[in-house]
């Protein structure tokens, strides 16, 4: 089993920063991809950054340029720096692992970020 713990959302205003950290424990062996989603509210979840244990990054259109993913594999550590942020990254965000060995998703309890405008 793995466990992942969000760390670092709040409320920013307009055109500040937030730093998302999510930390993995448990069994995890193997190629692994880590990534950030969020949801909305009334919208459906989405994929806003990954990285794979190799290091191969993929961000959301809407977000390139001004958010960048991150890992430490030492610590089983993700982040997510956020800069730039608008009132429209509002959301909370999930912090996910893929396991490419158990073909399984793992999910945080997810963190808000409210930016007001």
């Known amino acids: 089993q793995v466990q992942l713990v969000e760390s670092g959302g709040g409320l920013v205003q307009a055109g500040g920063s937030l730093r998302l950290s999510c930390a993995a424990s448990g069994s995890i062996v193997g190629f692994n991809t880590m990534g950030w989603y969020r949801q909305a509210v009334g919208k459906r979840r989405e994929l806003v950054a990954s990285?794979?244990?190799?290091?191969?990054?993929n961000y959301v259109d809407s977000v390139k340029v001004r958010f960048t993913i991150s890992r430490d594999n030492a610590k089983n550590t993700v982040y997510l720096q956020m800069n730039s942020l608008k009132p429209e990254d509002t959301a909370i965000y999930y912090c996910?692992?893929?396991?490419?060995?158990?073909?399984?998703?793992?999910w945080g309890q997810g963190t808000q970020v409210t930016v007001s405008s």
């Open positions: 996910n692992l893929f396991s490419g060995l158990l073909r399984t998703n793992y």
């Open positions: 990285i794979t244990s190799g290091g191969s990054t």
